[in-house]
């Protein structure tokens, strides 16, 4: 189906302005991954008709709605589950998953760690920004040690996950990081993410201005996006990057790639053989 | 020509009424005494082009039929008390969102862990009243395998037509129960769903249609709506506007009222001159047909009423009989479910008799005789 897309990417065709203002905080990340997403989309001409959006709970959950697409925003943690029951049913849809930190890693760790496994083709957007923001600001299990939080006062004393070790652990074919200054980056990975033939998980580093930012005085919403700048490495910067280079902290780019049967085909395969065999009975 | 016969277990009944309903998408989770249907799905489904999946556990199983149903196919699940826990939290959001669904609950002993190969009633309020905050659904309890089978096809039937959960809801001797059942070769009425066809320009999901049930939009049909378990205005978007949000649920609730004489089912046995009245559903019914008609033979006048959908409760029905009633008897297995609504229903003046078991044994028709012959008695 057409959807009379002008060949510039403007990104007022794909967003539902009647819902404007959005109601993110100033400085916020999950704008800029949003509109990495949606340029990803306009870039490979994904229908808007074909494109599903599943999220959580959170102000990632919160992001989808703006969308000019099929959005489904459902319980905390289940996003995976749903795009998971979607996908297998109307392969023809483009599945994209916009989950947050404590969506994905805590009340949804099961459904991120069996997505991976399984490999059904889907884009999975975490947005990391160490915090439910939108219940205040309490610690997640991303949250920075020593970091303030309104459920750790004193600084966070739990260990973090790392969540692309994780997906690339539990079996995801693609698993890829980006900051949310590195746009044009993110958006070109956001593009793998979306042709790639099974599950591909990306963790954007989004910032918390407003919440956490303030509460650990990290500085303004420009100083905390900058601030990202600082372990990059200098020519990685508006490229995708294909090695890591914060080598001894979060490493960016394309952090795993692999060729793994999708789940779908695969399920199809296996159903079309069973038919088969039966015929010939 | 001769009539075939088939040898068939209440949990194969499930799933052969699913996959003659039009269901093509299950996700499940292993849990004991209900695992034979996904078993069964396991095997049926890819015979029909269907998909099943084993999910990673009882919540994510819950959520993928709801996005498979969203996706615009008929979806269901199995699961036992345990996993019906984990599955409310989901089961709230297609009733909130007003997703088709079909859940079938084989219940076993509790609380908790419980006694997981013996039977209960045990759920009849969980399947009602399970999910947080006030939202309605369907849940109906067979009696029988063949009614399992039939019960689940409509189950899909309402699901689809009124837009809403249904719970199937039998006890785990039902479940394992083999019954011999003809083998049926009428096809079944496959319910499709009302389907947006309207202009996307002004399609509003949630609009308030003379039916109360709006159609839905199928992905990829062009609507590009959206869906959310956040209180909806007709246009599908958030809002906490009070008039608005009364007004959607008003809706919500009202649509079950208007098409009650189709969710509408249930049983009378001897009700017309009967002075005690037997109450109750699933394998405890069954049991008490037989004391009924065994007592209708000692001149006892005794009858029974067997709601097949429990919720909503047959109210206007039951309200016709209650009138002439002097005892109610409620066998149930639990310590007093269904007891409850009978307090709410009947007139003061009529004596309610509870026969409980939570020892995970079946109610026998004896012990069912036996108080209706003390009860006539006096």
Redesign the interface.
């Known amino acids: 189906m057409s959807n009379n897309l002008s060949k510039e990417f403007n990104i007022r065709d794909y967003l539902r302005e009647d819902l404007m203002p959005h109601f993110l905080c100033p400085g916020c990340g999950h704008g800029i991954a949003l509109r990495a997403l949606l340029q990803a989309v306009h870039e490979l001409e994904i229908s808007k008709d074909q494109l599903a959006i599943v999220s959580g709970i959170g102000c990632s959950g919160r992001v989808g709605a703006y969308i000019d697409a099929n959005t489904f925003h459902v319980t905390h943690g289940r996003p995976l589950a749903f795009a998971t029951g979607l996908a297998l049913a109307r392969p023809d849809l483009e599945v994209v998953v916009i989950t947050g930190d404590g969506d994905s890693l805590a009340i949804g760790g099961n459904h991120l760690i069996h997505a991976c496994r399984r490999n059904l083709k889907m884009t999975c957007m975490m947005l990391n920004n160490e915090v439910y923001g939108m219940t205040g600001g309490q610690a997640s299990p991303t949250t920075s040690q020593t970091r303030y939080t309104t459920t750790s006062p004193k600084g966070s004393i739990e260990p973090v996950f790392d969540a692309c070790k994780l997906a690339e652990a539990a079996g995801a074919g693609f698993v890829g990081r980006e900051v949310t200054l590195q746009m044009p980056s993110l958006k070109n990975l956001l593009k793998k993410c979306l042709q790639y033939d099974g599950f591909s998980f990306l963790e954007v580093i989004s910032d918390c201005t407003e919440i956490f930012g303030r509460k650990n005085q990290l500085g303004t919403s420009p100083e905390m996006i900058l601030n990202q700048k600082s372990s990059m490495r200098p020519d990685s910067y508006g490229n995708i990057v294909d090695e890591p280079f914060r080598p001894n902290f979060m490493k960016t780019g394309v952090l795993a790639l692999n060729e793994r049967p999708e789940y779908s085909a695969t399920y199809r395969q296996h159903v079309a053989r069973q038919l088969k065999s039966k015929e010939k009975k | 020509m001769s009539i075939k016969y088939q040898n068939l277990q209440g949990n194969h009944a499930c799933a052969l009424g699913a996959i003659a309903a039009g269901c093509?998408?299950f996700?499940g989770y292993p849990i004991t005494p209900s695992s034979e249907i996904a078993e069964r799905m396991s095997l049926e489904l890819?015979?029909h082009?269907g998909?099943f999946?084993q999910?990673?556990?009882e919540?994510?199983?819950?959520?993928?039929?709801?996005?498979?149903?969203?996706?615009?196919?008929k979806?269901m699940t199995a699961t036992s008390g345990p996993g019906f826990s984990l599955k409310q939290?989901?089961i709230g959001?297609a009733a909130g969102a007003e997703i088709p669904c079909v859940i079938a609950n084989v219940m076993r002993g509790g609380p908790s862990t419980g006694m997981p190969t013996r039977p209960a009633q045990s759920d009849l309020m969980q399947a009602r009243w399970g999910s947080h905050g006030g939202h309605p659904l369907i849940v109906i309890t067979p009696g029988s395998v063949r009614e399992i089978f039939d019960e689940t096809v409509r189950a899909f039937q309402l699901s689809e037509k009124i837009r809403t959960p249904v719970i199937v809801l039998y006890d785990e001797v039902l479940g394992h129960l083999v019954e011999t059942l003809p083998l049926s070769g009428a096809a079944h009425k496959i319910t499709e769903r009302k389907w947006a066809d309207e202009s996307p320009e002004t399609f509003m999901p949630y609009a308030e249609t003379t039916d109360l049930i709006p159609p839905m939009p199928r992905?990829?049909?062009?609507?590009?709506?959206?869906?959310?378990?956040?209180t909806h205005a007709e246009d599908g978007?958030?809002t906490q506007n009070p008039e608005t949000v009364v007004k959607a649920m008003k809706r919500m609730l009202d649509k079950f009222e208007l098409h009650q004489s189709e969710i509408e089912s249930y049983e009378t046995v001897c009700c017309e001159d009967a002075e005690v009245l037997v109450m109750t559903v699933g394998i405890s019914a069954r049991a008490a047909k037989h004391a009924v008609k065994t007592a209708r033979q000692e001149g006892i006048k005794a009858g029974l009423f067997r709601p097949i959908t429990l919720w909503p409760f047959p109210e206007k029905a039951f309200k016709k009989i209650i009138s002439k009633v002097k005892t109610v008897v409620v066998p149930e297995m639990n310590t007093g479910q269904l007891s409850l609504e009978m307090e709410r229903l009947c007139p003061k003046k009529t004596k309610i008799k509870s026969i409980n078991r939570i020892d995970g044994e079946a109610i026998a028709p004896k012990e069912i005789l036996s108080l209706l012959q003390s009860v006539a008695k006096k």
């Open positions: 093509r998408f996700a890819p015979k082009e998909v999946i999910m990673e556990d919540i994510a199983s819950m959520g993928a039929i709801l996005g498979a149903s969203m996706g615009g196919v979806a939290e989901n959001y992905p990829g049909d062009g609507y590009r709506t959206h869906t959310t378990g956040l978007f958030p």
